[in-house]
């Protein structure tokens, strides 16, 4: 393994990016991703609900969540970011990442306050609002992609495979309560009571 590739399994500091082999990042992306992801689902059936009002609400909130979420996963992916040496195929794709997802942050920041200040939750959410959603939803997409390739193609975070192996080592399986398991013993011979 070289020198490059076992400096980006290690975190930069362990209490803000989490200890090694179990990076905060990839728990924190869940927050906008689900969000915005679902804020699209409401967006688009808004046209379809009765009272669509609702709906409206629910995706200008969840889409607010998302960007507090994209946010604080951002910084932790910045710590990650800080391991990856610079000039590398993986500091490319990394910095890609954090480029698409910084402008699906602003993207979606903006997308919260055009919705906030002209709109009062009385109809379907406005058309071009539901397009600019579905491109940031696509964008997140290729972002996710480019995320996952950091993760199992280069490993950046993941911990070493001698470190996984442990994972796979196999022991015999005892019960810890209950009755003992006992093996057979072979019968007792007789004893004769003859003299």
């Not at 290690?10 to 209490?15: E, K, M, Y």
């Not at 669509?52 to 946010?71: H, K, Q, R, T, Y």
């Not at 699906?104 to 903006?110: D, F």
């Not at 071009?128 to 939803?137: P, R, T």
Request: include cysteine; glycine fraction near 10%.
């Amino acid at each position: 393994m070289t020198t490059g590739m076992r400096q980006a399994k290690r975190p930069l500091s362990a209490l803000l990016a989490g200890p090694y082999g179990h990076p905060y990042h990839p728990m924190l992306v869940t927050v906008p991703i689900g969000a915005w992801v679902l804020s699209l689902g409401f967006d688009v059936a808004s046209h379809f609900a009765s009272r669509p009002a609702f709906l409206a609400m629910g995706s200008e909130s969840l889409i607010a969540a998302g960007v507090i979420g994209a946010v604080a996963a951002g910084l932790v992916g910045f710590l990650d970011l800080a391991v990856i040496p610079v000039g590398t195929p993986a500091f490319r794709t990394a910095c890609t990442h954090m480029f698409i997802n910084v402008t699906l942050t602003v993207a979606y920041g903006a997308n919260f306050a055009w919705r906030y200040h002209t709109w009062a939750h009385t109809g379907p959410v406005d058309p071009g609002m539901i397009a600019l959603s579905a491109a940031c939803v696509a964008a997140l997409g290729v972002s996710g992609y480019l995320g996952g390739k950091l993760t199992y193609r280069y490993g950046v975070r993941v911990a070493a495979e001698a470190n996984q192996a442990d994972g796979y080592l196999t022991t015999e399986w005892r019960p810890t309560s209950g009755p003992r398991a006992t093996t057979p013993r072979a019968p007792r011979a007789r004893r004769s009571h003859r003299a």
